[in-house]
Nanobody, 119 residues
Framework: QVQLVESGGGLVQPGGSLRLSCAAS????????MGWYRQAPGNQRELVAI???????NYADSVKGRFTISRDNAKNTVYLQMNSLKPEDTAVYYC?????????????WGQGTQVTVAS
């Protein structure tokens, strides 16, 4: 089983910064990717940023230039540095891990961490 523990959410003013962390443990290999998704009230869950096992990254257009995803392989931890935060970034942020299995690709999710951007 995979365990994903998120931290770093909170309340921040517009223009501020936060850094989210997600520590993975358990049976996480062979790893495909780790990433962050978010879900605001009334909206569907959407991709924010993803980093593959090889280190390639992809971002939602709405966060390009403001958010940076990175990974510490030794700690099996993925980070999301969020700068220039906007009220529309307010959401519950979920860590995601994808790994290969005999049946294909499995998704595991963290419990979510609330990010609120408000003055």
């Amino acid at each position: 089983q995979v365990q994903l523990v998120e931290s770093g959410g909170g309340l921040v003013q517009p223009g501020g910064s936060l850094r989210l962390s997600c520590a993975a443990s358990g049976s996480i290999f062979p790893l495909v990717s780790m990433g962050w998704y978010r879900q605001a009230p009334g909206n569907q869950r959407e991709l924010v940023a993803i980093i593959s096992s090889r280190g390639s990254t992809n971002y939602a257009d709405s966060v390009k230039g403001r958010f940076t995803i990175s990974r510490d392989n030794a700690k099996n931890t993925v980070y999301l540095q969020m700068n220039s935060l906007k009220p529309e970034d307010t959401a519950v942020y979920y860590c995601n891990l994808q790994k290969l299995t005999r049946g294909g690709v499995d998704d595991d999710w963290g419990q979510g961490t609330q990010v609120t951007v408000a003055s």
